[in-house]
């Protein structure tokens, strides 16, 4: 039963587990509900709601929207008994406080919430909103943010580093999540501290994770970023499992830190595979952040493009260079396979294809990988795009193994051949409907390889 007193709130369709975990707090401070039916939104003490990921009455969504509407402010944990990658990642985007896996050790999942019990009033400890609400969120100089899922997913990133939550980017390659490691450390408490990545960018070092691990304790504040924790050996997910175990535990009696990781791998597979830890993707899926592909969020490629093109320009020491109208829709208009850092050696390729030029145009990328002819040039018909294309397709592929001299004796061949079948090998017809000398007719066909046989069963002297 909810009581006056009641701080927090557990919403589980399971009344055993229910009570018990109620009964790891102190007497009458945590309270159980069976559906979200029962839950009133009278009891202003409530600080911290749990609900269930499974409740049979209500989707997660619209519980997660009825709980914010009724407690405003108050942190929510979604708790359920999958390592489900979207589920966690759901969750996360839906503004819940944390998503906590029911394999975590309760000590575990006690601590958290305890932590995330506010000291102040709830409208105070309100989470951030979500783009396109009215708030505003502050973006450290330097980033580029032009779409609102971008906008979304540091938003989460703020969250994160606001409560010290260990996060989990996940994401294709080349999205940028490198760069976001960073912001979410400037976004934190202590933006002046380190911000050590392991292995490190350009994976020189040989430090250990045991290394990286102790910088961040003694400098009391900093951040440690994981890059691609899937690619960690087994003794070093226990390394960071234990670490970051210890961690949430003693949370109060140290110096907060900050901790995130990446990976563009499937987590769950790898842990189905026995190549990685369930018990530290059941930490890491604490806060996991979907990092969406560059071709969601085209937004972003002119502010992009014109951002690279400034870098390289003054890195090589060329005067600006200007990024023309149909230059930048070439670009927006292109499948990003290896995302932010294809996009990025596309431009150095353009620039250093325009030479002196101001400015950049589309045809600057030809020859670029991905890049034709086909997605230079572009008919402004139907009918014209498929004339267009069928020229295209009778050309010659250009590039490694092609040789103009060979090819042109080639197509030379093709029609002298022809015009002697038509002929009857009749010199002086063929020579005419060439438009060249019988002379050179011989020549050619002495070059070319081609016997010509006349009416008289002898060759042309």
Known sequence: MITPSTQILIIDENKGWASYFCSLFPKDQAQYATSISMVRGENPLVRVLVVSASLPDSPLAEALQILHARYPGCPVFVIGSSLDRWLATSATALLAFAFLHRELPLELQRALIMKALPHTSPRENAVPSPAGSGKILRIPKGFIVKSDLLHRVISLLSRGARHHLPVLLEGPTGVGKSQLSQLYHRLGSHPESPFVPFPSESGADTATLQTAISVIEESRGGTLFIREVGSLSLANQDLLWTWLKNRLLHDETTAPVGFIASTSQNLSLAVEMGTFSGDLLSLLTLFPVEVPPLTDRIQEI???????????????????????????????????????????????????????????????????????????????SLAGQKAFDAWIDSMPRLGKGFNLDSHLDKEARKILTYALAITGSNLSRTASLLGISRRRLTLMSHKLGIRITTTRGRPPH
Not at 310 to 333: A, G, I, N, Y
Not at 341 to 357: N, P, R, T
């Open 302 to 380: 002119p502010a992009l493009v014109q951002h690279f093109a400034t870098v390289f320009s003054r890195d090589r020491r060329l005067p600006p260079k200007f990024c023309t109208q149909e230059f930048l829709v070439t670009l927006v208009q292109h499948p990003w396979s290896e995302n932010i850092s294809e996009l990025k050696e596309a431009i150095s390729f353009a620039i250093s294809a325009s030479g002196d030029q101001r400015e950049l145009y589309a045809h600057h990328l030809t020859g670029f990988p991905g890049f034709s002819i086909k997605d230079i040039v572009r008919p402004s």
